[in-house]
């Protein structure tokens, strides 16, 4: 079994910045690709990038780039997404996700954490 743990999430300001962690356990996940996905309400899921062994996070969609970065840590079977210049629209329930394949497709990821929502004011 893989078990995936989101934790940082809460209520910032525009403008401000958050730290995401995702603890796995039930196996060491250096061969598998991690990677986060958001659900805001009244959206479809939204892809925000996944990153290998060895970063740097690619798959990036334009509304987070440059502002959102995924890094991990092989040694303590994590990955964390920093958050900055936080905007409203990025308030939504942010997943953890893992596979052994690369994708940039919700339905490629087969192991999801619980999520942790994220609450961005004006």
């Known amino acids: 079994q893989v078990h995936l743990v989101e934790s940082g999430g809460g209520l910032v300001q525009a403008g401000g910045s958050l730290r995401l962690s995702c603890a796995a356990s039930?196996?060491?996940?250096?061969?598998?690709?991690l990677g986060w996905i958001r659900q805001a309400p009244g959206m479809e899921r939204e892809f925000l990038g996944t990153?290998?062994?060895?970063?740097?996070?690619?798959g990036y969609p334009d509304s987070v780039l440059g502002r959102f970065t995924i890094s991990r840590d092989n040694d303590r079977n994590a990955v964390y997404l920093q958050m900055n210049s936080l905007k409203p629209e990025d308030t939504a329930v942010y997943y953890c996700?893992?596979?052994?394949?690369?994708?940039?497709?919700?339905?490629?990821?087969?192991?999801w954490g619980q999520g942790t929502q994220v609450t961005v004011s004006s």
């Open positions: 996700v893992a596979d052994l394949m690369f994708s940039k497709r919700i339905d490629g990821y087969e192991f």
């Open positions: 039930g196996r060491a996940l250096n061969t598998y690709w």
């Open positions: 990153i290998g062994w060895s970063g740097p996070g690619v």
